[in-house]
């Protein structure tokens, strides 16, 4: 993982990250992408969409057997968790340095979208790139153990797509 003490402007990393052709490179952990999140209960009512674009951090990019990328995104949400230990809070100056809003938000650590690069649900921003840019270092790695935590319980939940 690249170490970053502070996350990346929206601003500098777009034009950092824009390759000839339209092409986007392929995300690293801790970037926040927006992307249209299909929710757990989305997905079990039959959805095969999400219903509202998101930003998202990449929890893992990895090459898949044979069919390319395949990227895990954590959503961040305005809703507060019923249980504490189910996200990490995203504070203030981190989401005023990615160029979101100033509402409370947080990173779900118990469920998470799995998409093939450069899936369909990846939504462009101003810039023409989905990168808004990435958590620090520290928050990552908050995101990441809860995730941990859940997943050794049996308690993360995964939806994906396969193409």
Avoid at 35 to 64: F, H, I, M, N, S
Wanted: hydrophobic residues 35%.
């Amino acid at each position: 993982m690249t170490k970053r003490s502070t996350p990346s402007s929206p601003q500098s990393r777009g034009s950092d990250l824009k390759k000839p052709g339209g092409g986007w490179p392929i995300p690293a952990p801790g970037d926040v992408l927006c992307y249209a999140y299909l929710w757990a209960r989305e997905a079990a009512q039959g959805q095969e969409e999400g219903l509202k674009d998101r930003p998202v951090v990449v929890v893992l990019a990895a090459t898949d057997t044979g069919s390319g990328i395949r990227v895990t995104v954590a959503p961040i949400t305005h809703s507060a968790p019923d249980e504490p230990a189910d996200a990490v809070e995203v504070p203030a100056i981190v989401k005023r340095d990615l160029g979101l809003d100033r509402e409370r938000s947080w990173i779900v650590v118990t469920e998470v979208n799995s998409f093939l690069w450069k899936g369909p649900d990846l939504r462009p921003l101003a810039d023409g790139s989905p990168y808004y840019g990435a958590i620090p270092d520290w928050l990552f790695v908050r995101m990441r153990e809860g995730i941990g935590v859940h997943a050794g319980r049996g308690r993360v939940r995964i939806v994906g797509r396969t193409e």
